[in-house]
């Protein structure tokens, strides 16, 4: 199975400030597990700001959009070197691939793009890591991104690496009943329409930009093209092997 993972700001913040090594710790050594399961991992992070906000020790998340360059640009090599740090005891490289939205509008650059990411597949000790470039798409970040904390971008990865799954890991269970977070979790979604959407709540903390309507709108975008897609909490033990099971933890998306 190539699964697609989706790892936002929120889950990569540690309460200190800057990034939560432990868990990212925890995330390699079940990357590890799918790979000798045979499954072949993308990865899809944010994080970048986060990083670079604790580099220069600021606490909230900047508003203008050179500030929030700067973070990235700052943050970027510094989010790398976490996870390279996290991957190395399992001999796996990191390998990082920035896209802006217009990328994906060229025809020439995506299939460039997706040649690089076969490639890099095709060599067994790389975990390609695709993240928005901040540092260079002003439109986008002025919007506080237009990917929505690169939920929307790690549906489009998805579909360009012909994945068999999108998994979306969140500080949440998965979808749930109540548009504030709460009611009951629901297990199962054939189809997003308004009902669903009624769930969404808003964005979460202060350091990340996404909240459930984009994992939505993605989730949408990824079963347009057939991709069955995983909403589920990315602090829960294991959930990274559970998402190669036929039911995953959290909501599955699928038809």
């Known amino acids: 199975m190539r699964l697609v993972i989706k790892i936002g700001s929120s889950l990569l913040g540690s309460p200190e400030g800057g990034l939560a090594q432990g868990r990212m710790r925890g995330w390699a050594k079940e990357i590890a597990r ?27 998340r900047p508003t203008s959009r050179p500030e929030m360059q700067a973070c990235a640009t700052i943050g970027q090599p510094l989010l790398m070197k976490a996870y390279g740090a996290a991957l190395a005891p399992h001999q796996i490289l990191a390998a990082q691939i920035l896209l802006t939205s217009w990328d994906l509008d060229s025809r020439r650059i995506y299939d460039n793009t997706r040649a690089t990411l076969q490639t890099l597949l095709r060599q067994k000790r790389c975990i390609p890591i695709f993240n928005e470039n901040d540092a260079l798409s002003f439109e986008e970040i002025a919007l506080l991104n237009a990917f929505g904390d690169n939920d929307r971008l790690s549906a489009h990865v998805a579909i360009l690496a012909g994945a068999d799954r999108l998994v979306i ?17 629901i297990r199962k979604v054939r189809k997003i329409d308004a009902k669903i ?25 990824a079963m347009g093209r057939g991709i069955p897609v995983v909403i589920a909490d990315g602090r829960r033990p294991g959930v990274l092997v559970k998402s190669a099971q036929k039911m995953p933890a959290g909501t599955l998306f699928a038809r």
């Open 34 to 60: 799918l790979r000798r399961a045979g499954h072949e991992v993308i990865l899809v992070s944010s994080g970048a700001i986060r990083a670079g906000m604790q580099a220069l020790h600021l606490k909230k």
């Open 197 to 221: 959407l009624a769930c969404a709540g808003g964005a979460g903390s202060a350091g990340s930009v996404g909240g459930m309507l984009s994992k939505l709108e993605a989730a949408r975008l």
């Open 169 to 185: 890991l969140t500080d949440a269970p998965g979808l749930m009943s109540r548009p504030d977070g709460t009611g009951q979790l």
